[in-house]
Nanobody
Framework: EMQLVESGGGLVQPGGSLRLSCAAS????????VGWYRQAPGKEREAVTC????????YYADSMKGRFTISRDNAKNTVYLQMNNLQPEDTAVYHC??????????????????????WGQGTQVSVSS
């Protein structure tokens, strides 16, 4: 079955760090942009970051710049999200997503649900003291 497999969420204190992983199962990321969205209770879905496997370009939402880093391991067909200096407002379910052949990573925040080729099951990130 072709799917995204996420891992790495959990509970962390403010200022702490977590690393999320998103692996492709049954396909390869070669022609995809892969990244994360997050959704907190009662809030709209928010784009976090993505990487375009075709050219290596990346997108970060402004509030994540300098704290979050996306990276990829082509051999393992996996994308990682390193999250540092986590704050309570980062608490959300983080979903990995993949979109085939996007023209510009800056379009990442504007994709509608039906446009995702793959959507992960989500992993909970909770930041609390």
């Amino acid at each position: 079955e072709m799917q995204l497999v996420e891992s790495g969420g959990g509970l962390v204190q403010p200022g702490g760090s977590l690393r999320l992983s998103c692996a492709a199962s049954g396909f390869t990321f070669d022609d995809y942009a892969v990244g994360w969205y997050r959704q907190a209770p009662g809030k709209e879905r928010e784009a976090v970051t993505c990487v375009n496997f075709r050219d290596g370009s990346t997108y970060y939402a402004d509030s994540m710049k300098g704290r979050f880093t996306i990276s990829r391991d082509n051999a393992k067909n996996t994308v990682y999200l390193q999250m540092n200096n986590l704050q309570p407002e980062d608490t959300a379910v983080y979903h990995c997503a993949a979109v085939l052949r996007i023209a510009d990573v800056e379009s990442w925040p504007f994709f509608k649900s039906y446009e995702f080729d793959y959507w992960g099951q989500g992993t909970q990130v909770s930041v609390s003291s």
